[in-house]
């Protein structure tokens, strides 16, 4: 079988969540190439329309696999090939790019969301799957915390707080995790995460007391369950589909949008001892990439069938 992946190269490079579910499709066997979608919004998309066609003659794939309700949409302004879509969080929760991604779904001929939150917002009446994106855990090992403060050039006497993202990405909601750290009046540094690569993403996971989540909207975040491979405590609001995965690990703590409730799951997280069993409930799940790819193969044989 031979599956095209259609997904956003703006960054000059594609999400890493998706180069490593492609990974895990080759290792099943699979046959995939990778069509770069270069531009932003609807018009940026569609003016890729005609490169895909021509990668579609060149590759003669038996299925579309599109990244995103943009990608899903422009992969189906041709009718030859069955597109399959996934979507990821920003592509349902942006509400300028959600009648888009709907019409996606109409034409997609199967369709894939990443939470349940997503499926109670469409209300989906054709064919889908709730099927969130896997980790390799081997690229998260459980690493001691002196070894990875040391690696990183962390103090080892210090309390951490690794933030979610960005400080300057809006939807992660740096100002409500800032102002809840000030309140510790300086005994605690809030990290930021970005700029390092996927194994000092690992070592930062280790180094930290605690991870914070404050995101206003997310889809199946990959960062959670990275923080969880690593056994790192984890404080996060209620978003995209936190709440299911973490499930009643000790450790992992849900709490509102309040700065003080905020504070008061902070102070009882840094206090954890040891690291989570955050691990084992990926396993559990069955969140590793190589079993979300059987999933995906099956959708394959289903479509093409």
Known sequence: MRVLIVASYNKGYFAPFISEQVSALIREGIECECFEVQGKGVFGYMKNVNNLKSAIKAFCPDLLFAHYGLSGLMANFQRKVPVVTTYHGSDINDPIVLPLSKLSMRLSRYNIFVSQKQIDIVNPKRKYALIPCGINLEDYPVVPKVEARRKMGLNENKKYVLFAGAFDNTVKNYPLAKAAVE????????????????????????????????????????????????????????????????????????????????????TISLDFKGRTEGRNRIVELGLTNDIIAKKLVDIVKYVLS
Request: hydrophobic share 45%; net charge negative; charged share 20%.
């Open 183 to 266: 309140l510790f009046e300086g005994d605690v540094t809030l990290l930021e995460l970005k700029g390092y690569s996927r194994a000092e993403v690992a070592l930062m996971m280790n180094a930290a007391d605690t991870f914070l989540m404050t995101s206003f909207s997310e889809g199946s975040p990959q960062v959670i369950k990275e923080a969880m491979a690593c056994g790192c405590p984890i404080v996060s609001v209620d978003v995209g589909d936190v709440k299911e995965v973490f499930g009643t690990v000790p450790g992992h703590f849900i709490c509102s949008y309040s700065v003080n409730k905020i504070v008061e799951m902070l």
